[in-house]
């Protein structure tokens, strides 16, 4: 009895044992729980932190249908993504997607009925790149790129997402010479060929990401389009290798790779070069002109659509019948020419600078008509405002330009004309 008594109290202590041992088993030492905890910080913040510091920048490699091309920049500081900025340039350079949005001429809300205009959208988008720090993470909810993963937010974001892993694929760029922005300049004056040139850049993370060589002519026709609508016919009729507006692009594309207008060099006076394939005719205007739009610095986005305008009066008046041309660019009024034409065809600024109009000498003004003139468009160009002259007169004389006493008002009505015409086209 006493022997079965010690052998139940052993089988009580081995079961208490392995009861203890089980439970032991079943039981994560606290030193075990802190360093899984700790192995699981190390790789977020590995993977968190996997950038090289720098700036980043990718951009598409050509024009959609809608003339834009969007750009991507991306800054890392510490191995995280800290800034992002998605943006456009247009076909016709000039001010980003973001800048037009930002100043009231995209509408994406007004014309397309969208929650948000493209700017906001885009604003949260490059957020939510900041907080996942990986633009492989976004998920899309069809072939176009648009995503549920980011509330309030409509639009197609792929764009983004593949631009931001391509700059983070090619590694940092720095940021260019430049400052951010839109840059213009044109020449003083018509060349014999009756075009004035113009060059329009556009400015993202230091670097010129977009420019247009163009000229404008005295109707307020713009040459590319002129040349594109097959007007211009430089193959047609000088048996150049390609068209103007083809030659055009590729000298574009050039300063866009070299960055600097002081690299090109010409292989003789008249403004060549063979820097460029495909490229015969003369770039010297080209370069110069966006070598002094980038020491103006930017120019501010200003009210109207850009593009040529027009207007002429219905009757001759002392022999002559008065015309406007402008031209709008970056939403502002770049050019202005005012004139006449008689019924012979002459044009009255090129009629009075051969010296045949002499209103100095028959009529004793203080001025020639076409350097009052020029004076009347300059006003305008620097107050961009049709509104903003005063007469002191019914004859439409003014006090407002320094040197001007011939009558505006007829310039001031065309030019008010002209812009209610709207943009002129090309047929």
């Not at 191995?79 to 900025?85: H, R, W």
């Not at 027009?310 to 406007?324: C, H, I, L, P, R």
């Not at 051969?354 to 008509?369: L, P, T």
């Not at 007829?410 to 015409?421: C, G, I, K, P």
């Amino acid at each position: 009895m006493k022997k079965n008594r010690i052998s139940y109290m052993l089988l009580l202590v081995g079961l208490m044992i392995v009861s203890l041992v089980s439970c032991q088993k079943k039981e994560v030492p606290p030193t075990a729980t802190v360093a899984k905890e700790e192995v699981k910080e190390v790789v977020e913040n590995e993977k968190s932190g996997a950038y090289q510091d720098g700036i980043y920048f990718a951009s598409e490699d050509s024009f959609a249908s809608n003339g834009w091309k969007y750009v991507v920049s991306l800054t890392v500081e510490n191995g995280k993504i800290v800034s992002a900025n998605w943006d456009g340039v247009n076909v016709s350079a000039g001010p980003s997607k973001k800048a037009v949005d930002k100043a009231g001429k995209y509408n994406m809300k007004k014309f397309g009925g969208a929650q948000a205009e493209w700017s906001e959208q885009a604003a949260k988008a490059e957020q939510y790149l900041i907080d996942v720090q990986d633009p492989s993470v976004v998920k899309y909810s069809d072939e176009d790129g648009h995503t549920d993963d980011i509330a309030g937010v409509s639009i197609h974001v792929v764009e983004f997402f593949e631009l931001a892993q391509k700059a983070l694929d090619n590694g940092p760029v720095g940021k260019g010479m430049y400052q951010d922005g839109t840059y213009f300049m044109a020449d003083s004056k018509f060349a014999s060929s009756g075009w004035k040139s113009y060059v329009s850049l556009t400015v993202i993370n230091g670097n010129i990401v977009g420019a247009n060589w163009s000229a404008i002519n005295r109707m307020g026709q713009d040459k590319k389009l002129y040349d594109a609508a097959g007007k211009y016919n430089m193959v047609k009729f000088g048996g150049a290798q390609a068209e103007w507006s083809e030659q055009a692009t590729k000298a574009e594309q050039y300063l866009i790779s070299i960055q600097d207008p002081s690299k090109v060099e010409y292989s003789d006076d008249e403004g060549h070069t063979d820097a460029i394939s495909g490229v015969s005719i003369h770039i010297n205007d080209f370069i110069s002109l966006a070598d002094a739009a980038l020491k103006a610095g930017p120019v501010s986005i200003g009210p109207y659509k850009d593009g040529g305008y027009y207007a002429t009066k219905d009757d001759f008046q002392n022999g002559w019948k008065e015309y406007v041309s402008l031209f709008v660019k970056n939403g502002n009024i770049v050019d202005a020419y005012w004139s006449a034409l008689n019924e012979a065809g002459d044009d009255k600024k090129a009629f009075d600078m051969e010296g045949n109009y002499n209103m100095v000498k028959f009529g004793g003004a203080q001025a020639e008509w076409y350097e009052q003139a020029a004076l009347a468009e300059q006003h305008l160009i620097k107050t961009q405002d049709v509104s903003a002259i005063s007469y002191k007169d019914d004859e439409g004389h003014t006090d407002d330009i320094a040197g001007v006493s011939i009558h505006v008002n007829s310039f001031y009505q065309l030019v008010e004309t002209a812009l209610n015409n709207g943009v002129v086209t090309i047929e």
